[in-house]
């Protein structure tokens, strides 16, 4: 089972239709917690020690930011992020894996 953390700026169709083909999806919306406004370094950190997975669209800075935990040893969670290029990407530790679908 998945356990995913949906970041603040996550398109919500794209949750729906994942929901669609699974609907015992384990997922928690920041936006709808406590976790919301939480700076991108501190939702990292949540998801590393919730072990979750972070579902999100944040090219700009979640990526050096994780990064930075990878670089300091500190747990890393998987992160799945969407560009504007409709192109996947998830990164767990320091393994990084790019699809085009």
């Known amino acids: 089972m998945l356990h995913l953390l949906i970041d603040e700026n996550f398109d919500q169709r794209i949750l729906r239709g994942l929901r669609l083909v699974v609907p015992l999806l384990d997922y928690i919306v920041v936006q709808e917690t406590k976790l919301k406004g939480l700076r991108d370094p501190h939702l990292l950190a949540w998801a590393a020690e919730n072990q979750r997975i972070l579902v999100t669209h944040d090219v700009n800075t979640i ?10 040893s500190e747990s890393q969670p998987t ?4 560009d504007c290029h409709s192109r996947w990407t998830w990164r767990s530790g320091k393994r990084l894996k790019n699809s085009q679908r």
């Open 79 to 82: 992160l799945v992020w969407r």
């Open 63 to 72: 990526p050096r930011y994780a990064s930075e935990r990878v670089r300091a």
